[in-house]
């Protein structure tokens, strides 16, 4: 479905059917963030992962998975928060006239509702059905609820970081950064997971992170990304001792970020390669995440013992 040829407007996908992904995704973040205040409890369910859900995540997901099953050309919805991909009209696969798989996490680090720190939406958009790999991303991005809401949207023509805004007449999406590069030189770090819980080959690689690079981990993965994409550096959320695979999905999470990174000209490893390569086996499947400057995930990979 990707036209290559297609001169990009304004810095935004060339894909129609990314775009409207996008635009989609867009035009419900004005409406998530309004919501929030009144949905920072328990919703008294557990999702896929044995996660509590809180209320913002249901809604989110709600929202979301409406608007996105609503454009055309998107033919697979799942979410972090369901357990079944939905059929959204369309066979699936890279074929002219097939239709994309779209993985979403609503609110990623829905646990800073109660502390109201940062949250996101990730998307990855993908033209094989799903679980699918890394490599089958045609594009990805993010919405980032800070003090401002922004969305980074990558595909294969690059990196663009997106202010969103909303008022009386819609939705708007202005590019801020047309080309988004992780800077040389890396400053801010951010590893998720408890200390005791680290293999020691991590825990050794993390001490000499530490000697060089500035703590930034707010607790979602989306904010830590946003800062190693904009200051450089390095985030994981590593493979533990309590469960090799790490917390975040492969499907939701995992990828989307990943290509975002390795677009930006960054790399991703799950502890041996990059996250793209990672063999597809289940929707909601693990995997330990290791994004940002190469230099930092070559030393990673050195380190930990990934077998
Ligand atoms: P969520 O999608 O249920 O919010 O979980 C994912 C989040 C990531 O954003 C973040 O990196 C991680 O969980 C934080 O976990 P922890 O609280 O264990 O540090
Ligand atoms: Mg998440």
């Known amino acids: 479905m990707t036209d290559p040829d297609r001169a990009t407007d304004g810095g935004r996908p060339a894909d129609p059917t990314v775009d409207a992904v996008f635009d989609a995704v867009a035009a419900t973040a004005p409406e998530i963030r309004a919501a929030l205040p009144g949905r920072r409890v328990e919703s008294g369910t557990e999702n896929e992962s044995g996660e509590s859900v809180m209320a913002g995540d249901l809604y989110a997901d709600e929202l979301l998975g409406d608007a996105i099953t609503a454009v ?25 006239d097939e239709a994309y798989a779209v993985a979403i996490d609503p609110l990623d680090g829905s646990s800073n509702l109660r502390s109201n720190n940062a949250m996101g939406t990730v998307v990855g958009v993908y033209d094989a059905p799903l679980p699918a790999s ?3 991303l045609v594009a990805a991005g993010y919405v980032l609820y800070g003090p401002i809401t922004t969305m980074v949207v990558a595909d294969e023509t690059g990196v663009r970081e997106e202010v969103v805004t909303a008022d009386g007449d819609g939705v708007d999406r202005s590019v801020v950064e047309a080309d988004l590069t992780l800077p040389e030189t890396p400053t801010v770090y951010g590893f998720g997971g408890r200390v005791p819980d680290w293999p020691a080959d991590f825990r050794a690689y993390a001490r000499s992170i530490e000697d060089e690079l500035k703590l930034r981990y707010g607790g979602a993965m989306v904010g830590d ?16 001792r309590s469960a090799p695979e790490g917390k975040l999905r492969l499907q939701f999470e995992a990828n989307p970020i990943a290509y975002i990174v390795e677009r930006a000209g960054g790399a991703s490893s799950d502890g041996a390669g990059s996250i793209l390569d990672v063999e597809p086996e289940a929707v909601h499947q693990r995997t330990p995440v290791y ?16 077998d």
Do not use: H, K, M
């Open 72 to 96: 055309d050309g998107v033919g697979s919805f799942v979410s972090e928060e369901r357990e079944t991909a939905v059929d959204a009209g369309g066979a699936v696969g890279s074929g002219a």
């Open 134 to 136: 890394g490599r089958d």
């Open 225 to 240: 990304v946003n800062q190693v994409l904009t200051y450089g550096g390095v985030f994981a959320y590593p493979a533990l």
């Open 291 to 306: 994004v940002g400057n190469e230099g930092l995930i070559e030393r990673l990979e050195a380190a930990v013992d990934a």
